[in-house]
């Protein structure tokens, strides 16, 4: 219950502030995803949605260089990101909702999910830090869509199909912006401004980009289903895909294996010792100490 509360309180805290084609995708993609068709649909709609904010705030000419999670970062990346929205959708009270969700809202939302689908919630944001790689994550992800089917009820299922589809097309997209150039540059995530970089030049990488989507799952796994044929138009894509690129925006750059080092013999000196030789393997691997 202490790791819910703590997602709890960091949702609660993010939410006070606040085109991509098919072919896009690596064709491979679509072949073994095998996601309920309305959860691929949401997918593939962030991910276009997600595109298109970032084409916008590039035409804006924001500066980045100074992000991190204060207040005042935060405030001034959702003001940028409600310059990309149309009229329409700024005066949308389903917008306003779900950017504006209070923490006790929030709470009485988790209270509706079963316990089964938080401990797939929480595996889901454990196995997405822990990845190395686009290809690593998006393996991980549709290892943990087999289980979602052989061990969730299917009324419950939708939510956490929903969660892990953004994630696969969201996180995808995010690597294609990369790779042409055009992700946004950021302290954390070394790449180049657009206009110094070709369309084929690679960006930071996904090495360089964050993997632990706090805000996005738990925002995706208490929001309400979408009805089928509305996902597309909902305002819900942008929203998500708003929050997920905060998430990625930032992201700490990656720990050195020196600083995972120094972790490590902080982590002996402190403590008992106990645990420690497996949070350096971690560290090494993945970038970050989550001990």
């Not at 207040?71 to 959708?89: A, C, D, H, I, V």
């Not at 939302?109 to 401990?119: G, H, R, S």
């Not at 738990?218 to 979408?226: H, R, S």
Request: with cysteine.
């Amino acid at each position: 219950m202490k790791k819910i509360f703590f997602y709890i309180f960091s949702i609660s805290v993010l939410l006070q502030g606040c085109s991509m084609e098919d072919d896009a995708l690596n064709p491979l993609q679509d072949d073994r995803a095998n996601f309920p068709a309305q959860s691929q649909e949401l997918g593939k709609a962030v991910a276009k949605e997600l595109r298109g904010i970032v084409t916008s705030l590039n035409e804006l000419g924001v500066d980045y260089s100074d992000a991190d999670s204060s207040p005042e970062f935060k405030e001034r990346f959702y003001g940028n990101l409600n310059q990309t929205m149309s009229p329409g959708l700024l005066r949308s009270t389903n917008a306003i909702s779900q950017i504006q969700m209070s923490p006790e809202v929030f709470i009485e939302k988790v209270k509706n999910l079963t316990a089964l689908q938080i401990k797939f919630v929480e595996r889901i944001i454990e196995e997405c830090g822990e990845s190395t790689s686009y290809d690593d994550f998006s393996k991980r992800l549709l290892a943990i869509n087999k289980d979602i089917s052989s061990s969730v009820p299917e009324i419950q299922q939708e939510r956490l199909y929903n969660i892990t589809a953004v994630l696969y097309y969201g996180m995808g997209e995010i690597e294609n912006l990369e790779k042409q150039g055009q992700m946004l540059s950021t302290p954390y995530n070394g790449v180049q401004p657009v206009r110094l970089k070709s369309g084929n030049e690679s960006g930071g990488g996904w090495g360089a980009s964050c993997r632990k989507f706090l805000a996005t799952v738990w925002v995706i796994a208490v929001g309400e289903p979408t009805p089928a044929g509305e996902i597309v138009a909902s305002v819900i894509t942008v929203v998500v895909g708003g929050i997920l690129l905060y998430e990625v925006v930032t992201c700490p750059k990656p720990l050195s294996v020196n600083e995972c080092i120094e972790k490590y013999v902080d982590c002996v000196e402190h403590t008992s010792g106990y645990g420690c030789d497996m949070c350096l393997h971690r560290c090494r691997s993945s970038g970050h100490w989550d001990c």
